[in-house]
């Protein structure tokens, strides 16, 4: 038996695995507090939900990773203040985000998220941080696809260009 073969939770961290989920854990921080404005910003209250489901998916996360860098002694990062609510009408409508950009840039952030996932389960040697990754990872594939039907069904998306096979036009 070697060093790293018996109880994942009793071996250390190494250094990649350890900023690899500092640096997640600071990215989720930020986003929770995104999210919170976010909210604020948006009208439509299909998205709101969708906010406030990111938003309480991060803070799922946050518990989880932060329990994890605790038990090995690492030191958390900082997090932003909790954004207050506003009424979107105090908000000028030239300095709001729109509802289209607020989905989009949810997107944005679940498509980093996922590669961040992947890249946490691809260098992890400790099996209990690969799987809480594949699950993080999981749920925010989910919520991905939650996002992507809002966006189709509101009109939001914006596809690339479409490639149409030339064989099929002949």
Request: aromatic residues 4%; negative net charge; contains cysteine.
């Amino acid at each position: 038996m070697g060093i790293l073969s018996g109880n994942p939770t009793e071996e250390p961290m190494h250094y990649g695995e350890v900023f690899a989920i500092w640096s997640f854990d600071l990215a989720a921080k930020q986003m929770v507090a995104g999210y919170e404005t976010m909210h604020n910003h948006a009208g439509d209250e299909d998205l709101k939900k969708i906010i406030l489901e990111a938003k309480e998916l991060c803070k799922q996360n946050l518990k989880q990773v932060e329990q994890l860098l605790k038990e090995n002694g690492v030191g958390l990062p900082p997090a932003p203040p909790e954004r207050p609510n506003a009424c979107l009408d105090d908000i000028p409508v030239g300095a709001r985000f729109q509802d289209p950009e607020i989905a989009a840039a949810i997107s944005a952030d679940i498509a980093a998220g996922l590669v961040a996932c992947s890249q946490v389960m691809g260098q992890a040697i400790r099996e209990d941080i690969a799987m809480l990754f594949g699950q993080i990872h999981t749920q925010k594939a989910t919520l991905g696809a939650k996002v992507l039907r809002l966006n189709k069904e509101k009109g939001w998306l914006i596809p690339p260009p479409l490639h149409k096979n030339k064989a099929e036009n002949c």
